[in-house]
């Protein structure tokens, strides 16, 4: 994160920062690659501030779905559990 941030002044996600390395120690001389990342940087603020040494902003959106109550639906591994979850619908 600290390489990329310095080098280009991105700033990555922890999860994008693994697929970012991934991507540039599989790159061969003189190749491009692409990488997507998958989170803002304000969703692990606290990790990203104390990495990097900034206060990144976190965007209203994102502060306003913080915000909201975490919803979660227990469930098994079994893929016929959730199979029949999503078939309720």
Do not use: W
Request: net charge negative; proline share 6%; with cysteine.
């Amino acid at each position: 994160m600290r390489q990329c941030y310095q080098e280009t002044g991105y700033i990555l996600d922890p999860h994008g920062a693994t697929g970012y390395q991934a991507l540039v120690d599989s790159l061969q001389p003189g190749e491009i690659g692409v990488f997507c990342e998958t989170a803002h940087p304000a969703k692990f603020k606290e990790k990203v501030d104390d990495i990097l040494g900034i206060d990144v902003e976190i965007p209203d959106r994102l502060a306003a779905f913080m915000k909201g109550e975490k919803q979660s639906v227990p469930m098994t591994k079994n893929f016929e559990d959730f199979k029949k979850l999503l078939m309720q619908q």
